[in-house]
C-alpha cells in the first residue's frame, strides 16, 4: 500500500500547477483523499479533501476558489490544481488517503482521520 504524490516545483505568483496522488496496492475510489501541506516553520494543515465514491470536494477558506481536487478512478488518481498561486501556497505538499467516507467531507479536513500518507512534494512560489 503506497501513496505517491508529485508534481511539486518553482512557479511565478498567479502561475498554475497540479499535484498528482497516485496509489498503488490499493483502488482509490473506495478512499477519502486529502491534501495537506506544511510550510516551513508552521503546523501541517488541511488543503483540501474528496469523498470516495461520490466525489464530494472541500477546502480550506483559505485555497478555495483558486484550487480544484478532483479523481480519475480509472488512474487510480487524485489531482490538485492549483492557480493564482500566491506565495503564501510555498509548502511541501502531502496527500493521504482513508477508507471510505462516513461523514461529511469536511470531517476529514484533519490530519488525524488519515491512514496512510505519501512523501512530500515541495511546490515553491516565488518570483
Known amino acids: 500500500v503506497q501513496l505517491q504524490a508529485s508534481g511539486g516545483g518553482l512557479v511565478q505568483p498567479g502561475g498554475s500547477l497540479r499535484l498528482s496522488c497516485t496509489a498503488s496496492?490499493?483502488?482509490?475510489?473506495?478512499?477519502?483523499v486529502g491534501w495537506f501541506r506544511q510550510a516551513p516553520g508552521k503546523e501541517r494543515e488541511g488543503v483540501s479533501c474528496?469523498?470516495?465514491?461520490?466525489?464530494?470536494?472541500y477546502y480550506a477558506d483559505s485555497v478555495k476558489g483558486r484550487f480544484t481536487i478532483t479523481r480519475d478512478n480509472g488512474k487510480n488518481t487524485v489531482y490538485l490544481q492549483m492557480d493564482s498561486l500566491k506565495p503564501e501556497d510555498t509548502a511541501v505538499y502531502y496527500c493521504?488517503?482513508?477508507?471510505?467516507?462516513?461523514?461529511?467531507?469536511?470531517?476529514?479536513?484533519?490530519?488525524?482521520?488519515?491512514?496512510?500518507w505519501g512523501q512530500g512534494t515541495l511546490v515553491t512560489v516565488s518570483s
Open positions: 474528496i469523498g470516495s465514491s461520490t466525489g464530494s470536494p
Open positions: 493521504a488517503a482513508t477508507y471510505r467516507t462516513y461523514f461529511s467531507t469536511s470531517y476529514y479536513l484533519n490530519e488525524a482521520r488519515y491512514k496512510y
Open positions: 496496492g490499493f483502488t482509490l475510489d473506495y478512499y477519502t
